[in-house]
Each structure stands twice: as C-alpha cells, then as structure tokens.
C-alpha cells in the first residue's frame, strides 16, 4: 500500500521556522520526485518544491526562495522542508506527493498524495 504521510506542521510566529516531514513507503523512492504544495483557505492548491529522489536536484517557486530548502534522506524514504523566515501568507495546508521524477511541481503528474498537515503563522 502506497503511503506519504506529512508531519511537523503547527503554529508559529512570524519570523519562525518549522521543519515539515514526509514519510513515504509503498513504492520505489529513487524512483520518484517528492513535491511539496500548500493550499490556503480559499485558494487553489500551489506548488511550493520538490526534490528528485534520484540526482538530489531541487526546485522551489519563486515565493519561498531563500527561505525554505527541500531535502532528503533515502535511507528513510523521507523528504524534509525546512521552512524559515515564515510569513502569514505562508498559512496553509501543505501536501506532499510523490511523481515520477521530472514532474517538477505540475501537480496533474503526481500520483499519490498524502492528507497534509496544517502550518499557520501568526503576525
């Protein structure tokens, strides 16, 4: 049974950081590229970053840049997002999921999603 199940959400001030984690079993990791999406109260779900389990590359939208880093630990089957400086507009449920590598953040080729954890940052 293929499992991502995310963890480390929570409240935090502005300024903050939280580190999130995404614990993935069922399939082949090396396969696959793990991405991390959010979706804040009344808007579309958006792509945040992701990290090919493969070669260790790395992508991250425009507005988290500098801010967070996406690693991971293969030996767990783990990706971890490390989030700093965190914003209130940074409030959201983040997902991960997991698609074949090269998906980068296009969410149609993701195949499996985990239920998310909730990060809300207070001003």
């Known amino acids: 049974e293929v499992q991502l199940v995310e963890s480390g959400g929570g409240l935090v001030q502005a300024g903050g950081s939280l580190r999130l984690s995404c614990a993935a079993s069922g399939f082949t990791f090396d396969d696959y590229a793990i991405g991390w999406f959010r979706q804040a109260p009344g808007k579309e779900r958006e792509g945040v970053s992701c990290i090919s389990s493969s070669d260790g590359s790395t992508y991250y939208a425009d507005s988290v840049k500098g801010r967070f880093t996406i690693s991971s630990d293969n030996a767990k089957n783990t990706v971890y997002l490390q989030m700093n400086s965190l914003k209130p507009g940074d409030t959201a449920v983040y997902y991960c999921?997991?698609?074949?590598?090269?998906?980068?953040?296009?969410?149609?080729?993701?195949?499996?999603w985990g239920p998310g954890t909730q990060v809300t940052v207070s001003s």
């Open positions: 999921g997991a698609a074949p590598d090269g998906a980068l953040l296009d969410q149609g080729l993701y195949d499996y």
